[in-house]
Nanobody, 122 residues
Framework: VQLQASGGGLVQAGGSLKLSCVAS????????MGWYRQAPGKERELVAL???????NYDQSVKGRFTISRDNAKNMVFLEMTSLKPEDTAVYYC?????????????????WGQGTLVTVSS
């Protein structure tokens, strides 16, 4: 599975950005999709997660400001970010737990996109 993320950029504090990620490959099904971020000198952390049925989970630091959504027909996940803060500056990675066709069997694994940089200036 290949995950291609886009939508990052430079924005002033208080601004908004929308990240998109599309999954492609020999996909049988996708369970959860999510966004993680890694700031300089810090570990990667979960930002938001959405299950195939639509249940969402958010890190406390982004609740009320970020909204995760997905388009199951297009194997896409989105992250709408509003009221951005300088501390939101990080590389954002999309993630998918997917079941794929592997010759004669189905294999479930976690996959990562390449990351997209979000920079919030004060």
């Amino acid at each position: 599975v290949q995950l291609q993320a886009s939508g990052g950029g430079l924005v002033q504090a208080g601004g908004s950005l929308k990240l998109s990620c599309v999954a492609s490959g020999r996909i049988f099904s996708i369970d959860s999709m999510g966004w993680y971020r890694q700031a300089p000198g810090k570990e990667r952390e979960l930002v938001a997660l959405i299950a195939s049925g639509g249940i969402r989970n958010y890190d406390q630091s982004v609740k009320g400001r970020f909204t995760i959504s997905r388009d199951n027909a297009k194997n896409m996940v989105f992250l709408e970010m509003t009221s951005l803060k300088p501390e939101d500056t990080a590389v954002y990675y999309c993630n998918a737990v997917a079941t794929v066709y592997d010759v004669t069997r189905l294999v479930t694994d976690a996959y990562w996109g390449q990351g997209t940089l979000v920079t919030v200036s004060s």
